[in-house]
């Protein structure tokens, strides 16, 4: 038991760490941010602190959102708020993802990126330890709207969020486009290839952890 879990938080931070680099790809392309990342950095360049930090913040915000709308958070839920944005910071701070000065590389290293996202989604998701945030938001909201495709709450919450985020000064461009548009075809098709059946994926919450981990010391005691 403690092996499996070592072995599925290894594979969460290994994820998490994953969505972060993809995102600096994201970010490094310089021809337009996807809405979230649009939402962060306006906000980046609004209030003076710096992108992951505005990631962590808006994360939390959202969390706290989540537990009121009483959707269902894990240790992964948690740690997907707390440590994504830290690990940008880091990975912008090293340098070692250099920003693009042409379209065509910048297409390439935006691509790039939505790839090395969509396999972190698979890592960290696949662990079955609480999916993000921001998608656990989604997933209260379409609850609430059952009446309403899942996709339209989607795209709503991520029109809000790009808008503002193009407001607040970020970057918007044929990258968003490709960002929005080739992201959904992107995860079809590395899920396909992974064989990854996302809605298998059954999550444990907080509660469900510490009582499996309190079970296990029950009857080991």
Known sequence: MAVSYIKRFIRLLAGLFLFALGTCFIVQADIGLAPWDAFSMGLSLATGLSFGDIVIVTGILILVVDYLMHEQLGFGTILNALLIGKFI????????VPRMEHLSSGIVMLLAGEIIICLATFLYVGTGLGCGPRDALMVALGKRFQEKPIGLIRGIIEGSVLLAGWLLGAKIGIGT?????GIG?????TFKLLRFDVTSVRHESILDTLRIWKGRKDKTS
């Open 89 to 96: 910071d880091l990975l912008q701070w090293s340098g070692i």
């Open 177 to 181: 486009v490709i960002a929005v548009f």
């Open 185 to 189: 075809f992107i995860l079809q098709f």
